[in-house]
């Protein structure tokens, strides 16, 4: 099974509108991390939010806020008021466990146009 | 410079050339990553490093050798490649924290490999 799951392979929004870019996760480990990305086409990975499992609220990065949902296992990323340089790939990552592996696991990412 | 830097930003090479990506981090972080994107696949992770000791290498052919000299610098030497390993190699860091799932990884810009 697929431990990030992101249904959606492109998306459109129109500028200043809201957008929520799904994400859910498999995982048994009670203690994760979960990360969104951000890719424009020049190439580099961006940090956008963090959300640890034991984070009792939803986290939020100014215009970026994440969705928790842990019952559902869902991680979905909301951008409000779109601009055009949002346009880009959005990739969710997840972090298991606190022992020594640091393996971040990626989905397969969403691609967001933002619309003028 | 900040953050994390890599050069060459692209690099095209036959099969039978050697040559060798380089990543630098400007964050004072202890952990470094190697990480390959293909076209239409997921990130995958490859190597590996946490305090200059390797401790992951994610079944990566030997044709792809990476080296870290120090905890700022890390190489990945390539020689003999095939065709199939033209992606975007992206470098990364981060602050490892033991017992906790939060260290964020902070990624390059990448290097753009084609292999002729």
């Known amino acids: 099974a697929q431990k990030i799951t992101q249904t959606q392979p492109g998306m459109f929004v129109q500028e200043k509108e809201a957008v929520t870019l799904d994400c859910t996760y498999d995982?048994?480990?009670?203690?994760?991390?979960l990360f969104w990305y951000k890719q424009p086409s020049s190439g580099e990975m961006i940090f956008l939010i963090y959300?640890?499992?034991?984070?009792?609220q939803n986290a939020t990065e100014g215009r970026y806020s994440l969705n928790f949902q842990k019952a559902r296992k869902s991680a979905n990323l909301v951008i409000s008021a779109s601009q055009l340089g949002d346009s880009a790939m959005y990739f969710c990552?997840?972090?298991?466990?606190?022992?020594?592996?640091?393996?971040?696991?990626f989905g397969s990412g969403t691609r967001l146009l933002v619309r003028p | 410079e900040t953050g994390v830097t890599q050069t060459p930003r692209h690099l095209v090479m036959g099969m039978t050339n050697k040559k060798s990506l380089k990543c630098e981090q400007h964050?004072?972080?202890?952990?470094m990553y190697w990480y390959k994107q293909s076209a239409k696949k997921p990130l995958e992770l490859m190597f590996v490093y946490n305090f200059k000791e390797q401790t992951e290498n994610n079944s990566v052919p030997s044709r792809f050798s990476p080296e870290c000299p120090n905890s700022s610098h890390l190489f990945l030497h390539l020689h003999t490649l095939q065709p199939e390993d033209s992606a975007l190699y992206l470098c990364a860091s981060s602050q490892v924290l033991a017992g906790t799932s939060t260290d964020t990884q902070y990624f390059g810009p990448g290097t753009r490999l084609t292999v002729l």
């Open positions: 959300q640890g499992s034991y984070d009792q």
């Open positions: 995982t048994s480990d009670p203690s994760y991390g």
């Open positions: 964050l004072g972080h202890n952990a």
């Open positions: 990552a997840m972090r298991e466990g606190m022992d020594s592996s640091y393996k971040l696991i």
